[in-house]
């Protein structure tokens, strides 16, 4: 079974930065393109960031270009999100997703993924 853990969410102020985790057991890590996505209340949940299974590709929503970077660790199972200058707007609760033999572009449809973690809340005050 495998399972996605995310961990690093938190309350911050506008313009600071968190680094999110996700950690991967069950499975083999690198076989899986990976993903974050955000969702607000009663919203969709909407693609934040992918990377590729060899960390060669990776691809941003617009919303993020230039403040989020993803990054994995095949070695540690674990794949990151660093967030930087974060806006109010940012504030949802982030999931980790994980799509076997999948790309950083099927990863970002969402319709692919394979497993998703369980959340974890990211607040920005203003």
């Known amino acids: 079974q495998v399972q996605l853990v995310e961990s690093g969410g938190g309350l911050v102020q506008a313009g600071d930065s968190l680094r999110l985790s996700c950690a991967v057991s069950?499975?083999?890590?690198?076989?899986?393109?990976m993903g974050w996505f955000r969702q607000a209340p009663g919203k969709e949940r909407e693609f934040v960031a992918t990377?590729?299974?060899?960390?060669?590709?990776?691809n941003y929503a617009d919303s993020v270009k230039g403040r989020f970077t993803i990054s994995r660790d095949n070695a540690k199972n674990t794949v990151y999100l660093q967030m930087n200058s974060l806006k109010p707007d940012d504030t949802n609760v982030y999931y980790c997703a994980a799509d076997q033999w999948g790309t950083a572009g099927t990863v970002a449809s969402g319709a692919n993924v394979d497993y998703w973690g369980q959340g974890t809340q990211v607040t920005v005050s203003s």
């Open positions: 990377i590729s299974r060899a960390a060669i590709t990776t």
């Open positions: 069950g499975g083999t890590f690198s076989n899986y393109a």
